[in-house]
């Protein structure tokens, strides 16, 4: 049984930082693409962003490139989002999604597995 499972997420004051890890099992996590994606209440889920099985390459949405870093350790079965100069529009709800390395990591419908979500808040 997959399971992805994220922790990190919590309260933190504009232009603070956070990491959220995401731990993967029942997978063989270095055959996945790993992409974060977030919703905000009242909003369609949108892409973070995510990096490739081999972690030497990653993509960001416009919205957080040059503040938020993704990684990963294959050796851990996990991924991680560095999150850094927040923005209260940073709230929201982070989900971590796998997608076979196979498919484009650029798209939504390659994510086949999903975690159940960590709640981030940023005030101002």
């Known amino acids: 049984q997959v399971q992805l499972v994220e922790s990190g997420g919590g309260l933190v004051q504009a232009g603070g930082s956070l990491r959220l890890s995401c731990a993967a099992s029942?997978?063989?996590?270095?055959?996945?693409?790993m992409g974060w994606f977030r919703q905000a209440p009242g909003k369609e889920r949108e892409f973070v962003g995510a990096i490739v099985w081999r972690g030497d390459s990653t993509y960001y949405a416009d919205s957080v490139k040059g503040r938020f870093t993704a990684s990963r350790d294959n050796a851990k079965n996990t991924v991680y989002l560095q999150m850094n100069s927040l923005k209260p529009e940073d709230t929201a709800v982070y989900y971590c999604?796998?997608?076979?390395?196979?498919?484009?990591?650029?798209?939504?419908?390659?994510?086949?597995?999903w975690g159940q979500g960590t709640q981030v808040t940023v005030s101002s």
């Open positions: 999604a796998a997608a076979n390395r196979i498919y484009n990591i650029l798209r939504r419908n390659a994510y086949s597995y």
């Open positions: 029942g997978v063989t996590f270095s055959s996945y693409h």
